[in-house]
């Protein structure tokens, strides 16, 4: 079942601005936290010398900003990245809140990223870092929606066929013939949510859900 939001119901449920749930999901895997960290101190910290150098000059205080702005990128590039994702679900002009069920269900490998490493002899070897996803097949009465993928939990393997499944679905088009995109999803049987990315704020889903369905 499709239900169509109301204006601004949209945008009730997908902040402008992260949340700590976003802000978290988007600082990303541990080697993606090191990458953030190493440019903001190396950046920080080379702009902000060249600014001690630049003590007389009329740049002193861009120089200055730049470092502060190079030391700050571990927090405003997970927000900024956030806020991105946010914006593109915001912008499709039709949602529609579905109520529907997993019908089908499978694993999949995927690679994170890879690395040379050197091994005991001494000789560089490709290093590939995996992950487990879930792959979940939507469908109500009206027939197939889509697919959700989110990285693997263990409390994952209780979702069965059958299994009742709530989510937000974004298109381009009033009738929603095609859909554009779908939000993470709550399972109010399981009392869990699953999804790649937090899109929405959970109080107000379910909430809305409970009015809107219960």
């Keep these: 079942m499709l239900l169509p939001l109301k204006q601004g ?15 978290s999901s988007a600082l990303g895997t541990p080697p993606r936290i090191l990458q953030r960290l190493m440019i903001s101190s ?7 010398l060249i600014s001690q150098s630049q ?22 590039g997970p927000i900024v990245e956030a806020g991105r994702r946010n914006s593109r679900l915001r912008r499709y002009p039709y949602a529609a809140l ?19 490493q050197a091994n ?24 197939y929606l889509g697919k959700l993928k989110f990285p693997m939990e263990k409390k994952y393997k209780y979702i069965r066929n059958g299994t009742r499944i709530r989510c937000l679905v974004l298109s381009e088009t009033k009738d929603f013939i095609r859909v554009s995109a779908l939000s993470d999803a709550w399972l109010p049987d399981e009392r869990f ?16 859900c409970q009015y809107r369905l219960n």
């Design 9 to 23: 119901e949209l945008q009730k449920l997908i902040p402008a601005v992260a949340t700590g749930n976003q802000f």
């Design 98 to 116: 579905f109520d529907g069920k997993v019908v089908d269900i499978y694993i999949q490998e995927k690679i994170e990223n890879r690395h040379e």
């Design 120 to 143: 005991r002899m001494g000789e560089l070897e490709l290093v590939e870092n995996r992950r487990t996803w879930m792959f979940l097949e939507l469908e109500d009465e009206e027939g």
């Design 193 to 208: 949510w699953v999804g790649e990315y937090p899109y929405l704020l959970r109080p107000a889903f379910e909430e809305l």
């Design 42 to 48: 190396i950046g920080g910290v080379i702009t902000l």
């Design 55 to 76: 003590v007389a000059s009329q740049f002193y205080s861009l120089w200055l900003v730049s470092g502060v702005v190079f030391l700050l990128y571990i927090l405003w």
